[in-house]
């Protein structure tokens, strides 16, 4: 099980901790609007995005977010994204809580 995440097509952003990116997706999601991997930064508290989707592809955060969906193992707090991972400058702000 790998942290992965998607942004459905209704601008849900949902994590867990998955082998496939499809399986983030429920029976009633329209489709998604890419992907990519998550890792908690604890000395900052935030969540760092990066990577892509193999089912998917990259992330298209140009929708918007509209709501987060955090698994169980996570606890609610900002979201920021890596565009040039492993590079975390610049962090692009996703959610705050």
Do not use: Q
Not at 15 to 23: A, D, E, K, S, Y
Request: glycine share 12%; net charge negative.
């Amino acid at each position: 099980m790998y942290p992965k995440f998607i942004i459905t097509t209704d601008g849900v952003l949902r994590f867990g901790r998955v082998h496939l990116h499809r399986n983030l997706l429920y029976a009633d999601d329209l489709g998604c609007n890419g992907g990519g991997f998550w890792e908690v930064d604890p000395n900052r508290s935030i969540i760092i995005l990066h990577g892509r989707s193999a089912d998917f592809g990259g992330p298209d955060f140009g929708s918007g977010v509209r709501c987060v969906e955090w698994g169980r193992e996570l606890m609610p707090m900002p979201v920021f994204y890596a565009p040039n991972y492993p590079n975390l400058d610049p962090l692009e702000i996703v959610w705050v809580v």
